[in-house]
């Protein structure tokens, strides 16, 4: 079975300064798709971002990075100039071809310190 | 558009009791997803939908039942409540396997 860890249970950052989240899956695909979401206190979940693993370029959006090292099974996120709304928990995804398999980490839950 | 629609948002069970929470989603998705979260954990598969008709167990099923006769609808049944099965539940469901879910709101359940 798929697993997806989260070895960073808390992590904080100073506003305005850079912070990486780290996140490492196991898998026997050769293709599969990757997700970030976040979680504020309100619940809702909200995809950050995503990459698909037969591409080689990380992707990014706006703040957002993802550092993808395939070879490694590693998708890590780097969120750059943070802000205070980036608090939140943040859950790693991973999602197979055929969707039939979506599973999560356990959360980091990230502290924006003013 | 309202997207992925969970009933109800909170719900309070005695041991023992049966109830089923509700999920419709309007954008024609073929993939649906039941997850449930417990306290400052991730989120953990139910049961999955690739289609009307089509349901699979994900990691935790014990406990729950599924069914899918429409495209739109899955809800989730919930036999014999027990304390374990305290969480939130969260319903979603997306277009194709490469693109985002959309999540509902979730329904915070207690079973006491």
């Known amino acids: 079975a798929q697993t997806v860890t989260q070895s960073q249970p808390e992590m904080s950052v100073q506003e305005a300064e850079t912070v990486t989240l780290s996140c490492t899956y196991d898998t026997s695909e050769s293709d599969y798709y990757l997700f970030w979401y976040k979680q504020p206190p309100s619940r809702q979940m909200i995809l950050v971002i995503r990459q698909e693993a037969y591409k080689q370029q990380n992707a990014t959006e706006n703040r957002f990075s993802v550092n993808f090292q395939k070879a490694a099974k590693s998708f890590s996120l780097k969120i750059s100039d943070s802000q205070l709304g980036d608090a939140a928990m943040y859950f790693c995804a991973y999602r197979n071809t055929t969707g039939n398999q979506f599973y999560f980490g356990t959360g980091t839950s990230l502290t924006v310190i003013p | 558009n309202a997207g992925v629609t969970q009933t109800p948002k909170f719900r309070i069970l005695k041991i023992g009791q049966s109830m089923t929470l509700q999920c419709t989603q309007d954008m024609n998705h073929n993939y649906m997803y039941w997850y449930r979260q417990d306290p400052g954990m991730g989120l953990k598969l139910i049961y999955y939908?690739?289609?009307?008709?089509?349901?699979d167990k994900g990691e935790v099923p014990n406990g729950y039942n599924v069914s899918r006769s429409t495209t739109e609808d899955f809800p989730l049944r919930l036999e014999l409540a027990a304390p374990s099965q305290t969480s939130v539940y969260f319903c979603?469901?997306?277009?194709?396997?490469?693109?985002?879910?959309?999540f509902g709101s979730g329904t915070q359940l207690s079973v006491l």
């Open positions: 939908s690739v289609g009307a008709g089509i349901t």
């Open positions: 979603a469901s997306g277009r194709t396997a490469r693109e985002k879910l959309f």
